[in-house]
C-alpha cells in the first residue's frame, strides 16, 4: 500500500494539514488568500504571510479534506469541531458548479459488489468523465474544461 503524502506548516498558534491525495483542485485557498497558498512555490505555504484568523477562514472553505487545520494547543482537528456542531445537520449531495459531487461521510460508496469503497468521510465524485481515479473527482475537470 502506497504511503499517504501528508505536509503540516505551524505559525506557532495553529497547524495547517495538506493531504494532497485529497484535492480536487478547487483552487479555493489560494483564491482566497493568495499570500499564503503558492502553488507555484515549494513549499507552497507560507504559514506567517496571513493572521491565523484568515488563514483558518481560508482552510474552513476547503471544500475537501485536502486542507485541514489544528490548534496546536488542542488535540482536536477542526473536522472534528465541525462534526460536532452540524451533528443534527441533516447530510445532503452538492454538485459543484463546473466540478465534483460531494457527498458527506454520513453517506458511504460502495461499489457494484457491494464493496465500500470509502465510508466515514467526505467524498468528491467525478462527473466530468476524466478523473483517473473513478469514480472519484483528481480534479481532471479543470484540464479538460469540464462546464455544467
Request: some cysteine.
Amino acid at each position: 500500500m502506497e504511503k499517504k503524502i501528508i505536509r503540516e506548516y505551524s505559525n506557532g498558534e495553529i497547524t495547517v494539514i495538506w493531504q494532497p491525495d485529497e484535492c480536487i483542485h478547487s483552487t479555493v485557498c489560494f483564491r482566497k488568500l493568495p499570500d499564503v497558498f503558492k502553488p507555484r512555490e515549494r513549499p507552497w505555504v507560507k504559514i506567517n504571510a496571513a493572521s491565523t484568523e484568515k488563514i483558518i477562514e481560508t482552510v474552513n472553505a476547503c471544500p475537501t479534506d485536502a486542507l485541514t487545520w489544528r490548534y496546536n494547543d488542542d488535540k482536536s482537528t477542526q473536522k472534528e469541531t465541525d462534526k460536532m456542531e452540524n451533528k443534527d445537520k441533516k447530510a445532503e449531495i452538492k454538485l459543484f458548479e463546473n466540478g465534483p459531487i460531494h457527498v458527506p461521510a454520513e453517506i458511504d460508496v460502495k461499489d457494484y459488489k457491494g464493496n465500500i469503497l470509502k465510508e466515514n468521510k467526505e467524498k468528491y465524485l467525478c462527473r466530468c468523465g476524466h478523473s483517473n481515479n473513478k469514480p472519484f473527482c483528481d480534479g481532471s475537470h479543470l484540464g479538460a474544461g469540464f462546464k455544467e
